[in-house]
């Protein structure tokens, strides 16, 4: 793969033509846009704010965006706006930028420093027809939240402008690799499209309709299922809308990253997002494009990134990648052995007079039994998956090193609560094909879509390393290593362990938890996760669809 060249931090004046124009846009009538425009901060980019609504609307907005192949304009004008009284906004008009509010604040926080003042403003920000390569850039900060249009519950068959739903590099289009590469991209999703309903015909026959479920729940089942074994054909390229709400401070560390990061398309998103948030937000982002203030932390992360690459080539061994079949998906390298004694003391320790060191001492010389009792204490009656005991847990950490394909890590990746850090993705470390593929008679579809993929990577990467895994599907595994402590660890696996999850990383969650207890020998601690679902999980999809249906009526 090719080097970074070094820090490349873009202008933010205007938003270039060409760019905007990458992207499908959509049209409004003009009585649709005299609504509009009181609400979202622009009506023809793929990024924009929204403004002027209540708090409850921006975050039903964004829940119903992940189940829908609709842009958030057009949902909010579908589903919406009927419900509002929107009568008494026609005056406003919210692409008109808030020159005025650039001098509010500028006192208190940009000529005094105080960045806690940038953590009282907040915006939701839509960010539509984003790779998915470039939601992990986005979803990667800690303090901000993040909702993203699902492959589980929504078919990639269709189109937007007449096109399939990837991502169009300006740089490849222009090269000579891209008519190649729309070519292949259209090919994927084609076979996208053919294997859908093969697979959806063998679930209607093999999974038949149950006494309890309806006839709606049962179409949502097989069409879930579906979705979820040929996920893995779709490439890193496929487009997806992720709506954001983040504070001034958070949105200013993103857009740092991104104008350091060595995708172009992200250093692109970058300026469009900053455009839409100094629409609302202007003075939390004045230091962003400063030569002196942002420029420099930016040239700051290129220049890291840069020195790391040419260190790790140098540095160290490569060797070969024959190593697949010998390491384990999920491996758990490093906790502390003593973790256990160390989370009990930390339970007992906010209920004494002690110093730290003398409750620790007392806890290693307790018996078994009363080592449990504490723990069951500390973890009372947990009612339900929410209850979750308290900050005791953070006491002691477990590492995972992990390789599945690409599909389950961007489901587990939205876990902010924890570390995680991931390689690039390619072909190396080969692909999952899912069983149902094999059983459906798909599985030769499956396999040409992944050779394609492998293919069109090797000849993107000679000359466009940083765009070639655009190219590699989400079947193919990619190697990150995740380090959570003991809390974080019991929201994440209860949660991806129940039954409705996608298969994937429902595996990946149970090893997790086994080897907390197998492997750190941490049973005392695992036995809190009483929520953790080890079963197959076939049912689980109906009985989501079921209880979803039962909310509704």
């Not at 990061?261 to 100094?278: F, Q, W």
């Not at 932390?297 to 840069?306: G, I, V």
């Not at 692909?431 to 293919?455: H, I, N």
């Not at 209860?494 to 049973?523: F, T, W």
Request: aromatic share 10%.
């Amino acid at each position: 793969m090719n080097a970074y060249s070094g820090p490349r931090v873009a202008t933010v004046s205007s938003v270039p033509s060409h760019l905007v124009h990458g992207y499908a846009t959509e049209t409004f009538t003009s009585e649709e846009q005299d609504i509009l425009r009181r609400y979202f901060t622009n009506l023809d980019r793929p990024v924009f704010a929204l403004v002027n609504l209540p708090e409850v609307v921006k975050g039903a907005l964004f829940a119903r965006y992940s189940r829908t192949h609709k842009s958030l304009r057009r949902l909010f004008l579908d589903e919406f706006v009927l419900d509002l009284d929107v009568a008494g906004d026609s005056t406003i008009d919210a692409t008109v930028g808030l020159e005025r509010a650039d001098e509010l604040y500028q006192k208190v926080f940009f000529e005094f420093g105080d960045d806690s003042v940038a953590q009282l403003g907040g915006v939701h920000l839509a960010c539509e027809q984003a790779s998915n390569m470039l939601t992990k850039v986005l979803e990667w900060g800690r303090i901000m939240s993040y909702l993203e249009q699902s492959t589980r519950y929504l078919a990639y068959d269709a189109r937007i402008d007449g096109r399939f739903r990837y991502y169009r590099d300006p740089d490849l289009l222009a090269s000579s690799m891209g008519t190649r590469y729309v070519g292949d991209m259209d090919r994927m999703f084609e076979s996208y499209a053919s294997a859908l309903p093969t697979l959806q015909e063998y679930f209607k026959a093999t999974r038949p309709k149950t006494d309890d479920e309806s006839d709606f729940v049962h179409r949502q089942t097989l069409r879930a299922m579906s979705f979820d074994a040929v996920r893995g054909m779709l490439p890193a390229a496929s487009i997806s809308n992720v709506g954001i709400y983040g504070t001034g401070q958070a949105y200013e560390a993103l857009l740092l990253r991104m104008r350091s990061h060595p995708l172009p398309e992200a250093r692109a998103y970058a300026d469009m997002m900053l455009e839409e948030l100094r629409k609302v937000i202007p003075s939390f982002l004045r230091r962003v494009d400063l030569a002196d203030r942002g420029g420099l932390w930016s040239e700051y992360l290129a220049e890291n990134r840069s020195a790391m690459e040419s260190i790790a080539g140098e540095l160290v061994d490569p060797g070969g990648h024959d190593m697949v079949e010998g390491s384990p998906g999920v491996d758990l390298v490093d906790w502390d052995p003593e973790g256990e004694t160390k989370a009990i003391a930390a339970m007992l320790y906010p209920y004494t007079h002690l110093p730290d060191r003398e409750v620790l001492a007392q806890v290693e010389r307790m018996c078994v039994e009363d080592r449990m009792r504490v723990v069951k204490a500390y973890c009372g009656e947990r009612r339900n998956r929410r209850h979750k005991p308290g900050r005791a847990l953070e006491r002691t950490f477990y590492r995972f090193d992990i390789l599945s394909d690409y599909g389950a890590f961007r489901d587990l990746q939205r876990h902010r609560m924890l570390t995680v850090e991931w390689q690039d993705l390619s072909p190396v470390h080969g692909f999952v094909r899912p069983s149902a593929v094999d059983a459906a008679g798909a599985d030769e579809l499956f396999d040409r879509v992944m050779d394609r993929s492998a293919a069109l990577y090797e000849d993107l990467a000679v000359d466009h390393g940083r765009q070639a895994p655009y190219a590699v599907s989400m079947a193919f595994r990619v190697r990150y290593v995740m380090q959570l402590n003991l809390r974080a660890a019991m929201h994440m696996l209860e949660l991806r362990s129940a039954p409705q999850g996608h298969p994937a990383y429902r595996k990946i969650a149970q090893e997790m938890y086994r080897q907390i207890g197998d492997v750190a020998g941490h049973k005392a601690l695992a036995s809190l996760f009483i929520y953790m679902d080890m079963s197959d999980g076939e049912r689980g999809r109906a009985e989501a669809e079921t209880r979803l249906e039962t909310r509704k009526a």
